[in-house]
């Protein structure tokens, strides 16, 4: 299986994980997103409504689990998610390895599985989330079609919602977008 492939599925399986007691169902879903202010890029990094982050990372081998202790921003004081995850394929990362607090996905036929379930994190850098989450937004806003982004809208009973993996947006540069002029929401002749 290929990293692509497992990011997809990783993606797939956050984007449908049911909500708990604890946790929201993901609002929105990224994959492979980064941002020049944060030393993580992760695999696959979702935002419930609440403001709750999701953060998977995907390993297709044992080498790059293990190299994985090595970067740098794994000995940080603060990381990205709320709850986090490794995602692989059976027999390469046994729940022993894990870092403390993280969860497992493992590949299971054609299916994945939950093996172990994070712990709710503390040491959350949330500077750095919103860092992604506005990169993610400055690409939707650039126009075309955003790869590697899922938003749920929500309804206001969220009775209902929907989805798409490529969001997709008129291809249009930034000089025909509409510019905010500091009315926005208030027709002309309206008290503000």
């Known amino acids: ?36 202010h944060s030393a993580e890029s992760p695999d696959v990094f979702g935002v419930g409504p609440d403001g709750q982050t999701y953060l998977i990372e995907c390993k297709v081998s044992r080498a790059d689990f293990l190299a994985d202790r090595n970067k740098p921003h794994r000995s940080a004081d603060l990381h990205l998610g709320d ?3 490794f995602c692989a394929p059976s027999g390469i990362i046994e729940p022993h390895e894990l870092p403390s607090g993280w969860g497992l996905i493992q590949v299971v036929g054609t299916k994945l599985q939950q093996r172990h379930a994070p712990q709710r994190q503390t040491d959350v850098d949330r500077e750095a989330e919103l860092a992604i989450m506005v990169s993610v937004m400055q690409g939707v806003w650039r126009g075309g079609k955003v790869r590697g982004v899922g938003l749920r809208a929500y309804s206001r009973t969220r009775s209902a919602d929907k989805w798409v993996w490529d969001t997709p947006l008129a291809p249009q540069l930034d ?6 002029n500091g009315t926005a929401g208030v027709e002309e002749g309206e008290n503000a």
């Open 1 to 36: 299986m290929t990293h692509a492939e497992m990011v997809r599925r990783a993606r797939n399986w956050l984007w449908s994980l049911d909500p708990t007691e604890e946790r929201a169902r993901p609002a929105v879903v990224c994959t492979e997103v980064s941002s020049r």
């Open 83 to 85: 709850f986090r995850w």
């Open 175 to 180: 000089e025909n977008y509409p510019k905010f």
